[in-house]
């Protein structure tokens, strides 16, 4: 059987200030530094070992694993990061806070844009400094691969090209596989390897910090799902 553990980013510090992050680099607090610890610390009472680990380029991410890898005394394993791994991207929400924005735009609107499967929120425009041509982290990307907006229907559609080119040819050569990586790249992956419909998917949310764990077959068929901490801890 393998395992695969996906790992959302601890608490950052727009998640405390409730704005829409998105590709936003912004780094854990100190509650999410607590959050990875306390993930690390799971998984190491559970016995994991991880052959590799996958993140994205944005620093809640990374921290989370680092310190997460940390915990469990495996920093040396190898780690890739890759922008398919990233958070939704936000579009011109990116900075505002979700509560205002709720009381400009309406609560049904603002669900719509945070968890419909289709639907982006406004985009960006192209000379709007939080677009990512800007950043020189994305600079060896094409100008159509870089998002002035994404629905989660669009952040599957460059997530799962990630998942079949790289991180499942992995999991076929290996065991346990981590990905540490955000809420709405994970819910894209979710839905995939659990066949969600769009309309369910909207109901799917993903805690900060805690380890979800996929138990696989050889062919990646998913046999159970499950938040680690809803286990008991061998031996305790
Ligand atoms: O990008 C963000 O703002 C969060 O990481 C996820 O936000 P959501 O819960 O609004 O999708």
Redesign the pocket.
Known sequence: MKRLVMLRHGQSV??LENR???WHDVDLTDQGRDEARAAGQLLRAHGYRFDMAYTSVLKRAIRTLWIALDELDAMWIPVIKDWRLN?RH?GALTGLN?AETAEKYGDDQVHVW?RSYATPPPALSDDDERHPRFDPRYAGLAADQLPATESLETTLQRVLPYWESDIAPTLRNSDTVLIAA???SLRALIKHLQGISDEEITGVEVPTGQPLVFELDDQLRVQDEYYLRDRAVPGA
């Open positions: 727009w998640n829409f992050t998105g958070e936000y979700k945070r955000h809420g709405n």
